[in-house]
């Protein structure tokens, strides 16, 4: 076994094992547990008394998840740069995280507080993962811990607190294991079951949270395609025409399981009219005959190019999601603009920089810009004789917790995530997305349908359940009748505060780290170090060596202690000072300190 402060070197192998533990919590292999393990291998290696090798740590544990985790990336752009420099930068926010640990538990009311070592923590990594998801280049929150838990019972929580309210529970499961190693360590067996039971209720306990899938206010005939690509990667953008008719076709397949009119609508993915039918014939004739066929409008994705007022002698371009009706075409007011497009994937920010590190920044010849509306089109279905809302995102927007979030409340009572994933191959990307959208299925106790041009695709009940999902790399249509709902969840009505508290809470918790290390760097401060977020308690003086035994010749009760040193003399050559009954020594929990 480790000793109790481990080594530099088994603090590296330990955040290594654990960030690689915690990706196959993620699909696609989706063993939620071990991101449990995953975090409390990170905590154990965050036992060392010190903020810049915490930071480091924290780094090492990054680059072993994200590295597996945003593979991708790699096979997106067609060399390793892009994926590279993307999981330095989000390995460098959990380093971030690890220095802050370090720092917090220094704080006099979180040292030698195992239970509110857990809880600093959790809102600590909480704080972390909300800053990634914003900043910079409004934020990537790819990976989020959240995500992990789509198959385990933490999936009800979401329905409560969102993103935040998983996550941090995930680490508190994690934290608590992570202190019932150390306390099984010294035989504390007591103390190791308090937390091990306590790991086990909050692991299984969400699943008394109830969720409701009932219709409460109709019903939708919904038919989705994933009409394919004519082959893998990037390149299938200049096949446009052969995507558009691939889904076409998709679409009188339908025919095959409903009669026409019997649709309400229609479904097509991002990018599967690439060449605006708003202003090319031929490609309006295709959408126009499949609506034509199923009696049905059709929502699909295109691109809208037009002239950079920044710039005239440049192009910029709108992702955009439109309601397509068989004989009207287009509806003008039914239009939505991708509001989150992908840095370095969709735009090249700073180009001119980033060109001198490598020349793939030219692979995106036409910037995309942001729109800047809410995503709820309200679409009509004449079988209804009203409009229905339906929340919309496009492809990676939903990972975004906010942008969601603010059309439900607005109205929406159905979400559809249109995505193209051909330039992601057969990487997890696409099944890491679907878990994505089943994850704003419970939050927000809604149908989700998420329809890809290559897969994967599903369509998912308010309660997290897959009706009907699609392979990769595959041309298939989904029929399912899905419930329009207007309630709120918990989390809806909380938005942005779980996350804006716990920033705060994570903002004091730092700051009072600073004030315990300055107190204990100070006069009479004592020096003191701590065993770490997994230890138990230490007397604040006590100092430790390398191997993490006390030192010699350390005090436990800091200026006290060397004040009755003071008093008993030196021999180095002052006269002795003469005492009447001179004070008998005392073992200290700093000299010979038994652990506790």
């Known amino acids: 076994m480790p000793p109790t402060v481990p080594s530099r070197s088994w603090t590296l192998l330990l955040a290594a094992a654990g960030g690689l533990a915690t990706d196959t919590a993620f699909p696609g292999k989706s063993w939620w547990p071990m991101a449990y393990v995953g975090i409390a291998l990170l905590l154990l290696a965050l036992r060392r008394d010190s903020v810049p090798w915490g930071w480091f740590v924290g780094w090492v544990w990054g680059l072993g998840f994200f590295l597996p985790h945003l593979w991708w990336a790699n096979h997106a752009v067609g060399e390793p740069i892009g994926w590279v420099a993307l999981s330095l930068a989000e390995a460098a926010v ?4 690890g220095a802050a640990a370090v720092l917090v538990r220094r704080a006099p009311s979180i040292r030698g507080r195992p239970w509110a070592q857990v809880l600093a923590v959790a809102v600590l990594w909480v704080a972390a993962e909300q800053l990634r998801a914003r900043w910079p280049f409004e934020g990537f929150p790819w990976g989020l811990l959240a995500f992990s838990q789509t198959e385990a019972p933490l999936l009800r929580l979401a329905s409560v607190g969102s993103t935040v309210a998983v996550s941090g529970v995930v680490v508190v499961i994690g934290a608590a294991l992570a202190h019932a190693v150390t306390r099984l360590r010294r035989l504390q067996v007591g103390g190791a079951s308090a937390m091990v039971l306590v790991a086990a209720a909050c692991t299984f306990g969400p699943w008394l949270i109830p969720l409701d899938t009932q219709p409460e206010s109709g019903s939708l005939r919904v038919g989705a395609v994933q009409g394919g690509v004519p082959e893998a990667g990037a390149d299938a953008t200049y096949q446009a025409r052969d995507v558009t008719a691939n889904h076409a076709a998709g679409t009188e397949a339908l025919l095959e399981e409903v009669a026409p009119g019997e649709l309400d609508l229609v479904l097509w993915p991002e990018s599967s009219a690439d060449i605006d039918p708003r202003t090319d014939p031929d490609v309006a004739q295709i959408v126009d005959q499949a609506a034509r066929a199923v009696e ?4 699909l994705g295109t691109q809208r190019y037009l002239q950079d007022p920044e710039d005239p002698e440049q192009r910029v371009r709108y992702n955009e999601l439109i309601l397509w009706q068989a004989g009207s075409g287009a509806a003008e007011d039914l239009v939505y603009a991708k509001q989150h497009p992908v840095p370095f994937g969709e735009y090249m920010p700073h180009r001119d920089f980033f060109r001198t590190f490598t020349e793939a920044v030219d692979l995106i010849t036409v910037d995309m810009v942001a729109g800047d509306e809410m995503g709820l089109l309200k679409v009509p279905v004449e079988r209804m004789d009203r409009a229905v809302p339906i929340s919309v995102g496009i492809c990676f927007e939903v990972a975004y917790d906010q942008l ?4 439900v409340v607005a109205g929406g009572e159905l979400i559809v995530i249109p995505t193209n994933n051909a330039s992601f191959g057969m990487t997890q990307e696409s099944t ?10 419970v939050e927000h106790g809604r149908a989700v349908a998420q329809v890809s041009t290559v897969g994967v695709s599903g369509i998912i009940t308010p309660n997290g359940v897959y009706t009907d999902t699609t392979e990769l790399w595959t041309a298939e249509q989904m029929v399912e009748t899905m419930p329009l709902r207007t309630s709120l969840t918990l989390a809806d009505r909380l938005g942005q505060w779980p996350a804006l508290v716990t920033g705060a809470l994570a903002a004091l ?3 009072a780290g600073v004030v315990g290390s300055l107190r204990r760097a100070g006069p009479g401060g004592g020096g003191a170090r701590t065993g770490g977020s997994s230890g138990g308690k230490r007397s604040g003086g006590s100092r430790r060596g390398p191997s993490g035994k006390p030192s010699r010749g350390s005090s436990s009760r ?11 003399g030196s021999r ?4 002795r000072p003469k005492a009447s009954s001179p004070a008998p020594r005392t073992k200290t929990s700093g000299s010979r300190g038994r652990r506790r």
């Open 94 to 97: 959990v380093g971030c995280f």
């Open 296 to 299: 049905a409008p059709i929502l």
């Open 404 to 407: 969601i979030r603010e059309s």
């Open 432 to 441: 890491q997305q679907l878990a994505m959208s089943r994850f704003r299925a």
């Open 509 to 511: 918790g730092v700051l």
């Open 558 to 568: 800091g200026a006290g202690s060397r004040g009755k040193a003071a008093g008993r």
């Open 572 to 575: 180095g050559g002052g006269s």
